[in-house]
């Protein structure tokens, strides 16, 4: 294998392989928000709410990631203000993670015993008090192993970005091997920068999943 | 926005010979990763020397790379070491490849979840390794398997739309050339294409529903 | 324990890994140079135009996505422009028959590899012959001469290179050579690669950017398709089109070279470049 690809382009390499983990990590935070948002609504007594989060979760589930990155990036600038790729991807990629993480949590809050928040309600919180203060803070702990798989999904989905010129590691590579005409090696370098991100997280993710399986 | 433009009989034609590229690669993959997956995920579970590590370590590989690096890499780096793989080919390789690994998780999974206690019993009461697994552990594990595995297979038809980096004309490559004809027919082109998607998604999840309901 | 172990195993595995590609890696190279050098030897075997009449069928490489040189049509299904009327021409030489020809869809990104792969007989797909493309691939005479051109919204306060700076924002499509010219003419710019010429006219017209770059003759066809898009400023490089063949193969060089003179002296191809380009030829 050819490393001088590597250490020649390694300027390239690196500038894909931040904006890979930057959009990763924005997209976490956002589809966490979003995904939280969407699981309340699901569960909320309000009936217009519940059919709003189950549809928004149905649709967004049955469809491709790179069409709703395209939906952000094509349908903003036709209402007049355009998003750049790494930021159309970036809210892309948060919405459709928002659907699976808004399932993971909404399965997590079922987890806790009903008659917790019967107690909670009787003792005078109100419903989102309830949610926030005695809820949340318990179905967060059952989330956390669906929330780093779907952190692993967001690194490799965060591929797509190259697709409206992103920025990312892919987008890069595909430089990258245009000039060097090399384009098995040039990739192998990309993946081992995807593994470095996600092989430690599986990890990760297998023996938290193990510890909580001993737990109960 | 051009709704009547997009929507031209022609445009509507041209995207339907794309759905017809979707569906059929997405269905040889499904048959293929089901059967490869199934394969790989018992050799996981029977804990088989030397075999049972390999496939872990290259399951945890294809596992953690993103699908759209496997599908480019297939189609364009391969052939540099002497592997050439034409273009339905290599998409269909792709797809194979990437959720097998899948699947193959899932069915080691579901195969895990069965009580010991009955491996056990069926053990000391004569039946051999093969047997317990053919007769006890597979039945029960596959029931457990099916909400999980519907669920890659909809992953997978989805999935087909990143095979747009290698020009495979289906559905949302398609639909890339649609808007390419004329911009104001993005916004419409992606709706249109979003709903065929869901609906296709959606069918199959009913159906997935129905069996469940069967054999449960 | 057992899954530490299987991990332990797993890294090793990968390092082991490395290697083993390292080595295929260096292999195949040696394997490369190796049938490129015997082909350069045996100039006078190249037996390429032998398996292109036993297949019967010429496989050329061109765009779907270019209007005027390769575009398709949904409502047809054909793909059609200049590089399609040339392709045919060439078809219609070695074959004796114009329909003898299946095109395969390719993008700047994907026609070198597609090309060594094997896959494609030749690239006739608005490609500039250029000093670096020659070491991977053989090209035949120049087919068309551009020069990189900008295409921007009407009313744009660019006129021509001299108004972009590093701060413009500019579009193109993934291992096109104007990528490369418009960064050396403008140090430091960034220009925003998409994976074809759809994908960047697509975004320029979505604002994600100033101008866009490549060739002014895929440039006319975009502001043709879209009366709000104009080509501004003179031609600030050469373009030379060539029909590009795999290394060695000077058999289908010749026969394509043997087209082209038969085309110029026939007045056919002063035709096909009217048709298309909608004004003769400037010799």
């Known amino acids: 294998m050819d490393f001088s690809i590597l250490t020649d382009h390694f300027g390239s390499y690196m500038e894909g392989f931040y904006n890979t983990i930057l959009s990763s990590l924005l997209a976490l935070c956002g589809s966490f928000l979003l995904g939280a948002l969407i699981a309340i609504f699901r569960i909320t007594p309000v009936k217009g709410l519940r059919w709003f989060g189950t549809g928004y979760v149905e649709f967004i589930r049955n469809i491709p990631l790179l069409l709703v990155v395209y939906i952000f990036f094509y349908g903003p600038s036709a209402l007049g203000f355009p998003l750049d790729g790494f930021i159309a991807g970036t809210i892309g990629l948060s919405v459709y993670t928002s659907a699976f993480i808004a399932e993971a949590i909404r399965a997590g809050i079922m987890a806790v015993p009903k008659g917790q928040t019967e107690a909670a309600r009787s003792s005078g919180l109100n419903y989102a008090q309830t949610m926030v203060h005695i809820i949340l803070p318990q179905a967060i702990k059952l989330v956390i192993p669906p929330l780093g798989n779907q952190f692993i999904n967001l690194i490799k989905n965060s591929s797509v970005l190259t697709l409206v010129a992103g920025l990312d590691l892919m987008y890069f590579a595909d430089g990258i091997s245009t000039e060097t005409y090399r384009t098995f090696d040039t990739y192998i370098f990309v993946a081992m920068f995807y593994l470095v991100l996600t092989l430690p997280l599986s990890y990760a993710m297998r023996v938290w999943e193990r510890r909580l399986q001993r737990k109960y | ?216 | 324990m057992k899954m530490t172990k299987s991990w332990k195993l797993l890294s090793v595995m990968m390092v082991a890994a490395l290697f083993v590609i390292a080595g295929c890696g260096n292999n195949n190279a040696a394997n490369n140079t190796a049938g490129n050098g015997n082909a350069a030897g045996g100039e006078t075997t190249s037996e390429a135009i032998a398996k292109i009449k036993e297949r019967g069928k010429l496989l050329v490489g061109v765009k779907y996505d270019t209007k005027l040189f390769g575009l398709k049509d949904p409502g047809s299904g054909e793909v059609e422009g200049f590089d399609i009327d040339i392709s045919k021409a060439i078809a219609k030489h070695i074959l004796g028959d114009e329909n003898a020809i299946e095109l395969k869809e390719v993008t700047s990104k994907t026609r070198i590899p597609m090309l060594n792969n094997g896959e494609i007989d030749m690239v006739v797909a608005t490609m500039t012959i250029t000093e670096e493309r020659k070491k991977e691939v053989d090209f035949s005479d120049v087919y068309f001469q551009a020069g990189q051109s900008l295409l921007v919204k009407k009313g744009s306060p660019i006129t021509g290179i001299q108004d972009v700076t590093k701060d413009t924002k500019v579009l193109g499509s993934k291992g096109a050579t104007s990528i490369k010219n418009i960064k050396e003419k403008v140090p430091g710019i960034t220009v925003l690669e998409f994976d074809n010429y759809q994908d960047a006219f697509s975004a320029l017209k979505a604002g994600q950017g100033d101008a866009l770059t490549t060739d002014d003759s895929i440039l006319y066809g975009m502001a043709a398709q879209d009366p709000g898009y104009e080509v501004v400023g003179e031609p600030f490089t050469d373009e030379p089109y060539g029909i590009a063949v795999q290394k060695g193969n000077t058999d289908v060089v010749q026969a394509v070279n043997d087209t082209l003179a038969e085309l110029k002296t026939s007045g056919d191809y002063d035709a096909i470049y009217t048709k298309w380009i909608g004004k003769a030829p400037t010799k």
């Not at chain 2, 997956?37 to 075999?51: E, N």
């Open chain 2, 1 to 216: 926005m051009d709704f009547a433009g997009a929507y031209s009989t022609d445009n509507l034609k041209f995207l339907l010979d794309g759905l017809y590229i979707t569906l059929i690669v997405a269905f040889i993959s499904i048959i293929l990763s089901f059967v490869i997956g199934c394969i790989v995920g018992v050799i996981r579970y029977s804990a088989i020397p030397v075999l049972s590590p390999i496939m872990f370590v290259i399951v945890e590989l294809i596992r953690n790379l993103p699908l759209l690096l496997i599908i480019f890499f297939i189609r364009f780096a391969l052939p540099e070491v002497g592997i050439k793989l034409g273009l339905i080919t290599a998409a269909i390789a792709a797809l194979t490849i990437f959720e097998a690994a899948m699947i193959a998780e899932i069915v080691r999974g579901g195969l895990t979840s069965v009580d010991k206690g009955q491996i056990e019993a069926a053990r000391s009461s004569g039946l051999t390794n093969f047997q317990t697994l053919w007769h006890i552990v597979l039945p029960q594990g596959l029931r457990r398997m099916v909400p999980p595995l519907v669920s890659q297979f909809i992953s997978l038809l989805k999935d087909t739309s990143l095979a747009v980096v290698i020009s495979l004309p289906e559905l949302m490559h398609n639909a890339n050339i649609v808007i390419g004809h004329g911009y104001s027919y993005a916004i419409p082109t992606l709706l249109l294409v979003a709903l065929i998607y869901f609906s296709v998604n959606f069918l199959l999840s009913m159906l997935s529903r129905r069996l469940e309901t069967k054999t449960v």
